[in-house]
């Protein structure tokens, strides 16, 4: 998925053969998503013996103090809203396209604030520049936190933001920083892309076209004037990752597969 070999060579053929072999002999299966288990079908595993038990959360994580994350956005972006994107800064996440159109939205929003969480110093130092030159000047880059410390900023955000692009090298993962953005509770705008909606539907964010400044551009507009419906799906995606993301899920959902052998 990462592609750490090259299709063509000889270590791929000898791991790719390993892998078919694994996938039509295991006794189980335990993917991260649907779409994995799709893709270990298509190599020859039984349906039955695939089981999702999807990276989990620990929603208790994000039961932080105001006075926590409330300080943490003054110091940010003041009193603006606050639209967080946090992650890698690799190219199919889609922070360009992100970057467009917080510049349009900008123009009718004067009261909002773009935080950027993540990536390395040139990717940052890249994104920057482009920020510079399509006039953006309401943007911080924090660059890498501690993990420990993501909660605070995610609780601290009044919207949060994965405009991801279909990428084949990643297609059929689970894009697991959906699951702390639905614990935050906050409004999400995300990319209708499988990444995103093996986990999230039309109740619980605004979905947009991938690679679509508009669209996005729309759906932040959407999302900062429509308060109550914004609330309204941001408590859906909280509700829903606690009931079934928990890692108390998890753990039972494993349980149940290692019972099957014992």
Excluded at 8 to 33: M, N, P
Excluded at 103 to 114: G, S
Excluded at 161 to 178: C, F, H, N, Y
Aim: charged share 25%; proline share 4%; glycine share 6%.
């Amino acid at each position: 998925a990462f592609k750490f070999l090259k299709r063509k060579g000889v270590r791929y053929w000898i791991f790719s053969k390993l892998e078919r072999f694994l996938v039509k002999h295991s006794d189980a299966i335990v993917v991260d998503s649907g779409l994995l288990g799709s893709h270990f079908q298509a190599m020859g595993a039984h349906p039955e013996r695939i089981t999702v038990v999807s990276t989990g959360i620990s929603p208790e994580e994000f039961q932080l103090p105001n006075a926590d994350f409330e300080s943490l956005k003054k110091r940010l972006c003041n009193d603006k809203m606050m639209i967080l994107y946090s992650g890698t800064l690799a190219p199919y996440q889609g922070l360009d396209v992100l970057l467009e159109s917080f510049k349009q939205v900008q123009k009718k929003e004067k009261r909002i604030h773009l935080v950027i969480v993540g990536g390395t110093l040139p990717e940052i130092e890249l994104y920057k520049s482009i920020a510079g030159k399509l006039g953006i000047q309401a943007a911080t880059f924090v660059g890498k936190v501690p993990f420990q410390e993501i909660p605070k900023y995610l609780l601290a955000a009044d919207i949060l933001v994965a405009p991801r692009l279909e990428d084949e090298g990643t297609s059929l993962q689970r894009a697991t920083k959906i699951l702390s953005y639905m614990a935050a509770g906050k409004p999400i705008i995300a990319t209708k892309i499988s990444a995103h909606t093996c986990t999230l539907d039309e109740e619980t964010a605004f979905l947009v076209k991938p690679n679509d400044e508009e669209d996005l551009s729309i759906a932040l507009c959407s999302a900062i004037e429509q308060s109550e419906k914004s609330k309204e799906k941001g408590k859906k995606a909280r509700d829903k990752v606690i009931a079934h993301y928990s890692w108390t899920a998890m753990g039972t959902r494993l349980r149940e597969i290692i019972a099957r052998f014992t």
